[in-house]
């Protein structure tokens, strides 16, 4: 189902990642959530992968980067989970 945006939306995000994590997936802590659910804190995990590919001038890096993700987000899939935006700012280097 996709995310309907605004409290709906950062709700379901809040309890979507209580969820995983209770499955042992790597993801944010919920650290709190407005009672009107207008906004969400999250604990941090590491550095996001967009500013790895940011940062990275050598092509064969940064193609390690991109194939570490993917290898990551198919054992995600193999597990029968599923990652709701795979962006690069939204992967975490482990």
Do not use: F, K, M, Y
């Not at 994590?21 to 790597?26: E, Q």
């Not at 390690?64 to 597990?79: K, N, S, V």
């Not at 990652?83 to 700012?89: Q, S, V, W, Y």
């Amino acid at each position: 189902r996709a995310n309907p945006g605004g409290a709906e939306g950062l709700s379901l995000e809040a309890a979507h990642l209580r969820a995983l994590a209770s499955r042992g997936i790597r993801v944010p802590q919920v650290i709190a959530c407005a009672a009107d659910a207008s906004w969400i804190a999250l604990s941090s995990i590491g550095e996001g992968l967009g500013r790895a590919l940011a940062a990275e001038r050598e092509p064969a890096a940064r193609r390690d980067l991109l194939l570490a993700a993917a290898r990551a987000l198919a054992g995600l899939h193999a597990r029968g989970e599923v990652h709701g935006a795979p962006l690069p700012r939204n992967l975490v280097l482990a």
